[in-house]
């Protein structure tokens, strides 16, 4: 605690010795400006203070934190772009929900020029009919002045986890024959040999 006792004129009162004294302890007052003025840091009770501050268009104290804090994020972008069809997508996409967009020229066969539809996905959160006008009133804030909106379809996704295995099996078949020569070659040493014979006739007379 600052027992810090600010200097004073002979002629102060008690009471305003004492409202010196009461004053000087907002020093020890904790002020995180930073954090105030950052979306993601500022305390939760302080966020309608910091959407008003931001100018945000649309707020629900009955909102989760996460949108809250995501709505603050895209109001300096929602005012920079209002008037295009990125700040249609960031103004749906802030309250928490998916969106499509489908400009004239992307359909087939082309439709009106100048239009466009959007396909909006409200998850699993769904979707209120106060918060289905105030969506429509957004969205024709933020929207080009030149382009209409001719459909809003919202359609229910969930979003789940799927776990998927997978297992490999390898091998080889092998099929063993016993061994076959192609060609069978026999070695040996040739050997040749000679011999004579001498053989005399002999005729004996009378």
Known sequence: ?????????????????AIAVACA????????????????????????????ACS???????????IKRGTIKAS???????????????VVESLGYLIRITEWWQTTPPGTPGTFRLDV???????????FQEMERLIADAKPVSRHLTGL?????????????????????MTVYPWIA???????????GGAPHTIDTMTIYP
């Open 76 to 90: 300096y972008f929602i005012h920079k772009h209002k008037g295009t069809i990125a700040a249609v997508r960031r």
């Open 153 to 173: 379809a919202l359609y229910l996704e969930t979003r789940g986890q799927v776990r998927i295995g997978l297992a490999t099996y390898h091998g080889d078949a």
């Open 121 to 131: 996905g409200v998850l699993d959160t769904g979707i209120t009919d106060a918060m």
């Open 182 to 192: 192609e060609e069978i070659e026999v070695r040996g040493t040739l050997l040749q």
């Open 56 to 66: 945000v268009d649309r707020w629900d104290d009955a909102w989760p934190e996460s």
């Open 1 to 17: 605690m600052n027992k810090h006792v600010p200097t004073l004129p002979p002629n102060t009162t008690a009471l305003e010795r």
């Open 25 to 52: 302890e907002l020093v020890n007052v904790p002020v995180p400006l930073r954090d105030v003025w950052n979306a993601d840091r500022c305390p939760v009770a302080l966020l309608p203070f910091l959407a008003w």
